[in-house]
C-alpha cells in the first residue's frame, strides 16, 4: 500500500502540468466545467484484491509450529478500467455512476495438514468482476485548479470467474465462489482542471459485505470446512479524465 502511494505522489509531483495548479493565482481552466448537471468520463488505474476470512473454529498449530487455521493470501496486482456518469447535485455533492471491469488474482495457500502436495494446498483464483457502483462524490469549494474530494457508496459486483455453476469443487481442483458480491466503497481524491479536460487520481477501498465462498460437497472438506466466511476486499489506484 505504500509503495503504491508513493507512486501516485510521484505521479503528481514530477507531471509540471499538474504541479503547476498549486500556483496562487493560475489561470483557471474550465470555468464551467462543474456547472453542467451531467459529465462523463471513463477511468484506468490499478488495483490489489485480499480475502478476509472468518473461521469456525481455531486449531491453533501443529508440533512443528504450522498454522493449521489461517489460510494465507499472496496478493498481485489488477487493473481497472470502465466509464463514468457524473449527476451534479450542488457545487459540492455529486451522483456517480462508475461501471468497470476489475481484473484480479489471487494465490490461496490452506492450512490443512491432510493436504500433504503443494498443489493440493494451493489455489490460484483469478476473477474477473464487472462493477456497477453507485457513488457519493462530496467536493470542497474549488482552489483554482484543484480541488479535493470524498467518495462513497455501494456497488454489486459480478464475478466472471466464480465456477458458481460447476459441479466439481476443490477435490477436483475446482474453487468456487459466488457470482454476484455486494460492497461498500470509500477513497478520496484531487480534481486538476487542466487547459483541455479534467484528471482526477484517487485511491479507494472496497470491502465485501457478502460471503463469496461456495463450500465444498464434503462438509469436512480440508479446504472450506473450517471456513465461517470469505470476503473481498482491496484497493483501487485510478485515474480519471472528464
Same mark, same amino acid.
Given at each position: 500500500? &505504500?509503495?503504491?502511494?508513493?507512486?501516485?505522489?510521484?505521479?503528481?509531483? =514530477?507531471?509540471?502540468?499538474?504541479?503547476?495548479?498549486?500556483?496562487?493565482?493560475? $489561470?483557471?481552466?474550465?470555468?464551467?466545467?462543474? !456547472? !453542467?448537471?451531467?459529465?462523463?468520463?471513463?477511468?484506468?488505474?490499478?488495483?490489489?484484491?485480499?480475502? &478476509?476470512?472468518?473461521? *469456525?473454529?481455531?486449531?491453533?498449530?501443529? #508440533?512443528?509450529?504450522?498454522?493449521?487455521?489461517?489460510?494465507?493470501? #499472496?496478493?498481485?496486482?489488477?487493473?481497472?478500467?470502465?466509464?463514468?456518469?457524473?449527476?451534479?447535485?450542488?457545487?459540492?455533492?455529486?451522483?456517480?455512476?462508475?461501471?468497470?471491469?476489475?481484473?484480479?488474482?489471487?494465490?490461496?495457500?490452506?492450512?490443512?495438514?491432510?493436504?500433504? *502436495?503443494?498443489? %493440493? #494446498?494451493?489455489?490460484? $483464483? !483469478?476473477?474477473?468482476?464487472?462493477?456497477?457502483?453507485?457513488?457519493?462524490?462530496?467536493?470542497?469549494?474549488? =482552489?483554482?485548479?484543484? !480541488?479535493?474530494?470524498?467518495?462513497?457508496?455501494?456497488?454489486?459486483?459480478?464475478?466472471?470467474?466464480?465456477?458458481?455453476?460447476?459441479?466439481?469443487?476443490?477435490?477436483?481442483?475446482?474453487?468456487?465462489?459466488?457470482?454476484? $458480491?455486494?460492497?461498500?466503497?470509500?477513497?478520496?481524491?484531487? %480534481?486538476?482542471?487542466?487547459?483541455?479536460?479534467?484528471?482526477?487520481?484517487?485511491?479507494?477501498? $472496497?470491502? #465485501?459485505?457478502?460471503?463469496?465462498?461456495?463450500?465444498?460437497? %464434503?462438509?469436512?472438506?480440508?479446504?472450506?470446512?473450517?471456513?465461517?466466511?470469505? &470476503?473481498?476486499?482491496?484497493?483501487?489506484?485510478?485515474?480519471?479524465?472528464?
Amino acid at each position: 500500500m &505504500k509503495k503504491w502511494f508513493f507512486t501516485c505522489l510521484g505521479i503528481l509531483i =514530477l507531471t509540471p502540468n499538474l504541479y503547476g495548479q498549486f500556483n496562487e493565482n493560475p $489561470v483557471l481552466n474550465k470555468e464551467n466545467e462543474d !456547472k !453542467k448537471f451531467l459529465n462523463w468520463g471513463y477511468f484506468l488505474g490499478l488495483n490489489q484484491y485480499d480475502f &478476509k476470512f472468518e473461521y *469456525e473454529d481455531d486449531l491453533g498449530f501443529d #508440533a512443528n509450529g504450522k498454522d493449521l487455521t489461517n489460510v494465507q493470501v #499472496a496478493k498481485s496486482l489488477g487493473f481497472n478500467v470502465g466509464l463514468i456518469g457524473e449527476m451534479r447535485i450542488n457545487e459540492f455533492l455529486d451522483v456517480r455512476l462508475e461501471p468497470g471491469l476489475h481484473y484480479t488474482s489471487r494465490l490461496l495457500g490452506f492450512p490443512s495438514p491432510l493436504l500433504e *502436495e503443494e498443489r %493440493d #494446498a494451493l489455489r490460484e $483464483v !483469478k476473477s474477473t468482476y464487472i462493477n456497477f457502483p453507485l457513488l457519493l462524490k462530496v467536493s470542497t469549494r474549488r =482552489l483554482g485548479n484543484w !480541488k479535493p474530494f470524498l467518495i462513497g457508496g455501494g456497488s454489486a459486483s459480478l464475478n466472471l470467474g466464480s465456477n458458481e455453476a460447476s459441479l466439481d469443487d476443490n477435490l477436483s481442483r475446482t474453487f468456487r465462489m459466488t457470482k454476484w $458480491v455486494y460492497n461498500y466503497e470509500l477513497g478520496f481524491g484531487i %480534481d486538476f482542471y487542466l487547459e483541455y479536460f479534467k484528471f482526477s487520481p484517487s485511491i479507494r477501498g $472496497v470491502f #465485501a459485505l457478502t460471503d463469496e465462498l461456495i463450500r465444498d460437497n %464434503d462438509p469436512n472438506s480440508p479446504w472450506t470446512g473450517n471456513i465461517a466466511s470469505m &470476503k473481498s476486499r482491496g484497493i483501487f489506484i485510478n485515474f480519471t479524465f472528464e
